[in-house]
């Protein structure tokens, strides 16, 4: 459906068409329902090379950040709200800023929505969500570990915000790391051993349970992998691949910041 108010929802993508559907499809059928009706509800992701490997295995066209402004543009959108569903103020935010604001005079009004973990109250709810996902696991002998990519951005102290998030909530046994930044996976063995865990359960803290979650994560072949390093050190390790994008309480996160930046449009009046 053809209107003139878009939300275009970004997400950097992933080649699993089950992740895809769990996650990514899953925030984008929030949004789509917070929104209403009179607002269109598109997708676009920002790394080419997952669109051509779903061009090529799928037959699947998913448009790039500026085809679809000029998509946008040419059908004759007016109103346009950006929806990323990147975890933080990053690298990859910041490109798509600069994107939208070169297209900008393309349309009437522009808003971006704020990505996942841009308030302290964001972090709460994300908190919780997680503490709710991992309910059956606290028995004092099983420590939580996170698993986020990491960014050589300032924005990766969004991690250790997501720490004190819930510490502050007197969840000592949940440690959040990261594969490519800090705290590393060393970081976490150290924090974990001074506890008196036998168990360790790793999920990723990611939108999308993609190559990161299977292989750096997961991979019981690859020595370095956060599975293996926990299984040497003596733990029971236990693997949950699924993203962020499956917690119902993470899509309504993405959902109210479309929903504040649809409302932000007033303001340009």
């Not at 950006?82 to 990053?90: A, D, E, F, S």
């Not at 973990?117 to 991992?134: G, H, M, P």
């Not at 994008?245 to 930046?261: E, F, N, T, W």
Request: negative net charge; aromatic residues 8%.
């Amino acid at each position: 459906m053809i209107t003139e108010n878009e939300l275009l929802v970004v997400s950097f993508g992933t080649t699993s068409a089950e992740s895809r559907r769990l996650n990514i499809e899953y925030v984008e059928q929030a949004i789509r329902e917070a929104a209403g009706e009179e607002w269109s509800v598109c997708r676009c992701f920002t790394s080419q090379t997952v669109i051509n490997i779903i061009a090529r295995k799928e037959d699947i066209k998913i448009d790039n950040i500026a085809e679809a402004l000029e998509r946008a543009a040419a059908t004759g959108v007016k109103n346009l709200v950006v929806q990323p569903t990147h975890l933080m103020k990053g690298i990859e935010y910041d490109k798509l800023c600069v994107m939208l604001k070169d297209q900008a005079d393309s349309f009437a009004r522009v808003a971006m929505g704020d990505p996942l973990l841009t308030s302290n109250e964001d972090f709460d709810r994300v908190a919780d969500a997680l503490i709710d996902a991992f309910a059956g696991y606290e028995d004092g002998e099983t420590a939580v570990v996170l698993m986020g990519h990491g960014t050589e951005a300032a924005a990766n102290g969004i991690y250790d915000k997501m720490q004190a998030a819930f510490d502050s909530k007197g969840k000592e046994d949940y440690f959040v790391g990261t594969v490519e930044a800090k705290p590393s996976l060393d970081d976490v063995i150290r924090d974990v051993r001074r506890g008196h865990y036998k168990r360790v359960v790793l999920r990723p803290l990611m939108l999308v349970a993609g190559n990161h979650a299977v292989n750096d994560m997961a991979s019981p072949d690859d020595p370095d992998s956060w599975y293996s390093r926990f299984t040497a050190e003596g733990y029971e390790t236990l693997c949950i691949i699924e993203g962020l994008g499956q917690l119902p309480a993470v899509r309504s996160i993405y959902a109210d910041h479309a929903d504040r930046a649809i409302a932000s449009l007033d303001g340009q009046l």
